[in-house]
């Protein structure tokens, strides 16, 4: 039992390119969740989905895209990355809205 | 505006001392969790409290909820250089409101 995985652990991307981030689970929990954190401004949402086969945005969306195809997964997309995006992002399930929430080991993305 | 505030953003104690992390907001929280996150991982749930006025034990950690589930407190007795980490407290919204909103967090450091 793996709990919430991601990869990949780090990331240097150039501006402009793009890279697609993984996030699995095998609690076989409803929802999923993209978090970036950055120091000083804590946890914030980017994208979620309450189910397969839906997404939906967050507090910081723009920049970002998500996909669930299947339920164990949760895409994180940047199409063209930005400077202002490295961060640290975490991928989190839970089994419904406001239960306790398990996080992945998190994905370390800079920008330059 | 941050919905929910951590105070303090930073303390750096003695070991064995003690110690009270708050969390406060203006909204009402049908629940509010507690996390603890060291460097280099992703937040792990320490407690869950859903009462107004609920008292929670976790061996030297006392979590409680305010009367009026707008407010938390995390206190601990006799630290140890094992507390060291980023504390974050996280409310859950009424109404089918979109997950958790987490506060900044307080980073914890325990000296020996």
């Known amino acids: 039992n793996a709990g919430v995985t991601q990869t990949p652990k780090f990331r240097v991307l150039k501006t402009g390119q793009s890279m697609t981030l993984l996030c699995a689970q095998d609690?076989?929990?409803?929802?999923m969740y993209w978090y970036r954190q950055d120091p000083g401004m804590g946890l914030r949402l980017i994208h979620y989905?309450?189910?397969?086969?839906?997404?939906a945005k967050g507090e910081v969306p723009d920049g970002y895209n998500v996909s669930r195809l299947k339920k164990q997964n949760f895409l994180l997309g940047l199409e063209s990355a930005a400077p202002s995006q490295t961060s640290v992002y975490f991928c989190?399930?839970?089994?419904?809205?406001?239960?306790?929430?398990?996080f992945g080991p998190g994905t370390r993305l800079t920008v330059t | 505006t941050q919905l929910l505030e951590q105070s303090p953003q930073f303390l750096s104690i003695q070991e064995g001392e003690n110690l009270t992390v708050y969390c406060n907001s203006s909204s009402v929280f049908s629940s509010l969790q507690w996390y603890r996150q060291e460097p280099g991982e992703g937040p792990v749930l320490l407690v869950t409290v859903v009462t107004g006025g609920e008292v929670k034990k976790l061996k030297r950690l006392t979590f409680q909820f305010g009367d009026a589930r707008k407010d938390s407190s995390l206190h601990i007795t006799a630290a140890q250089p094992g507390d060291t980490g980023l504390y974050l407290c996280?409310?859950?919204?009424?109404?089918?409101?979109?997950?958790?909103?987490f506060g900044k967090g307080t980073h914890l450091i325990i000296q020996p």
């Open positions: 989190a399930s839970s089994w419904f809205r406001g239960s306790e929430q398990y």
């Open positions: 609690m076989n929990h409803e929802y």
């Open positions: 996280a409310g859950a919204l009424g109404g089918g409101a979109d997950g958790l909103t």
């Open positions: 989905s309450v189910g397969e086969g839906t997404t």
